[in-house]
Nanobody, 121 residues
Framework: VQLQASGGGLVQAGGSLRLSCTAS????????MRWFRQAPGKEREFVAV????????YYADSVNGRFIISRDNAKNTLYLQMNRLNAEDTAVYYC???????????????WGKGTQVTVSS
């Protein structure tokens, strides 16, 4: 499985962005999909996860209520709708496919290349 994230860019504080992660292969729906992010000088952190059907989702406390993770298995695509963005959301965002539904980086099978999100205050 190859993953490619897109949709990043520059946005003003309070604005919104939607990230996409497109997967190759025919087994996309069998993976729990996660978003992570890494800000300059900081460790990578978990953002959100959804199970194979999209029926279960979990979020980091820092984004809960502002971000929404979803997936379209027919399109082999994962999404992250980011609302009410603030400067602390500035980071490179990565998508990842895993074999377990978890809120850490355990069980990651595939990582995608990141997409930069910059929030100006």
């Amino acid at each position: 499985v190859q993953l490619q994230a897109s949709g990043g860019g520059l946005v003003q504080a309070g604005g919104s962005l939607r990230l996409s992660c497109t997967a190759s292969g025919r087994t996309f729906s069998s993976y729990a999909m996660r978003w992570f992010r890494q800000a300059p000088g900081k460790e990578r952190e978990f953002v959100a996860v959804t199970n194979g059907s999209g029926g279960s989702t979990y979020y980091a406390d820092s984004v809960n209520g502002r971000f929404i993770i979803s997936r379209d298995n027919a399109k082999n695509t994962l999404y992250l709708q980011m609302n009410r963005l603030n400067a602390e959301d500035t980071a490179v965002y990565y998508c990842a496919a895993g074999v377990v539904l978890t809120t850490n980086d355990g069980g990651i099978a595939y990582w995608g290349k990141g997409t930069q999100v910059t929030v100006s205050s």
